[in-house]
């Protein structure tokens, strides 16, 4: 009798299964985990897109917040200590402002007794810096030397009379509307008190 010398058939050829790898039997386990994690994120952004169709301004005025929010701590971040700018432009009216080139825009509309110079720009324009101001906030004017303080507030209602803004101090005032509301923020700016600037140095 003479020995088999062919050795085992491999696994499978007699009928039985292979062992799964280890490395395969892994990926089947974190198949679950990232299966709900997709679910999730898609469920997500199916929210997100039904609330910006439903509900247009309310999705507006979350992520204009949480955009002001960020410029704020990015600007701490980057430039610590140092006092927003804001750049004023020529003037005009709403085809100079809907031009979006960064500036202020000086609203030649806004022209009456009582009022100060107004310069304007849309919030997602670049407007949207003075939203995270409050009053006593000191800014810089691009090409000039003054600090400016935030001196006083007011809010109207888009295309309200400018009759409202009569007795508005300060020097001009600046203007952009708020994310997801009915609502337009008018600040006005003076120069700071010199000897404040000075001794106390710059705020956020």
């Known amino acids: 009798m003479t020995a088999d010398l062919r050795g085992a058939p491999p696994a499978g050829a007699r009928g039985e299964l292979a062992a799964p790898s280890a490395s395969r039997t892994s990926r089947w386990r974190r198949l679950p985990g990232l299966l709900v994690v997709s679910l999730t994120l898609v469920g997500v952004g199916a929210s997100f897109l039904v609330a910006s169709i ?3 301004d309310a999705v ?7 955009k002001v929010a960020a410029a704020q701590q990015l600007r701490e971040i980057l430039a610590p200590g140092q006092l927003p700018e804001i750049r004023l432009g020529g003037e005009g009216g709403m085809r100079e402002l809907d031009r979006c080139d960064g ?3 000086e609203m030649t509309s806004y022209r009456i007794d009582g009022v100060p ?3 304007a720009a849309h919030n ?5 810096v003075i939203l995270g101001w409050e ?3 000191r800014v810089t004017v691009e090409g000039s030397d003054i600090v400016y303080e935030v001196v006083e507030e007011r809010h109207t209602p888009k295309w309200s009379n400018i009759e409202e803004l009569v007795g508005m101090s300060g020097e001009f005032m600046v203007q952009t509307c708020f994310y997801g509301e009915n609502r337009m923020r008018f600040l006005a ?3 700071a008190d010199p000897v404040s600037v000075d001794g106390q140095g710059s705020s956020g």
């Open 54 to 56: 439903v509900a247009p």
């Open 60 to 66: 507006d005025r979350i992520t204009g917040g949480i």
């Open 103 to 105: 500036t202020f825009t």
């Open 117 to 119: 110079p107004l310069f």
């Open 124 to 128: 997602n324009c670049g407007g949207d």
């Open 135 to 137: 009053i006593g906030q």
């Open 189 to 191: 700016l003076a120069p």
